[in-house]
């Protein structure tokens, strides 16, 4: 499975914008799709979560500003973002954790997509 994140850009503050992660391939089973960033010297923080069993997870430095979703039929998760502050600036990763089969846990990465936001 490969994964390919798109979308980022520089946006200004207030600003919006959709990432899209593209995945190509199959595996046996899809647990979760998540978003994670990195910002220069900082960690990578998980930004939102989606299962298959419909729920999404943001935290609280993001909810009610972030929107994970997912088109099944496209294989593709999107991360659309309102209201942006300059620290959302960030690399942004997407993510997919399954199983490859009924025993092999799989955890696959999407190249990163630059968002930088201007004030």
């Known amino acids: 499975v490969q994964l390919q994140a798109s979308g980022g850009g520089l946006v200004q503050a207030g600003g919006s914008l959709r990432l899209a992660c593209a995945a190509s391939?199959?595996?046996?089973?899809?647990?979760?799709m998540n978003w994670y960033r990195q910002a220069p010297g900082k960690q990578r923080e998980l930004v939102a979560t989606w299962t298959t069993g419909g729920t999404t997870n943001y935290p609280n430095s993001v909810k009610g500003r972030f929107t994970i979703s997912r088109d099944n039929a496209k294989k593709t998760t999107y991360l659309q973002m309102a209201s942006l502050k300059p620290e959302d600036t960030a690399v942004y990763y997407c993510n997919a954790e399954g199983y490859y089969d009924p025993w092999t846990p799989v955890d696959y990465w999407g190249e990163g997509t630059q968002v930088t936001v201007s004030s």
């Open positions: 391939g199959s595996i046996f089973k899809l647990n979760t």
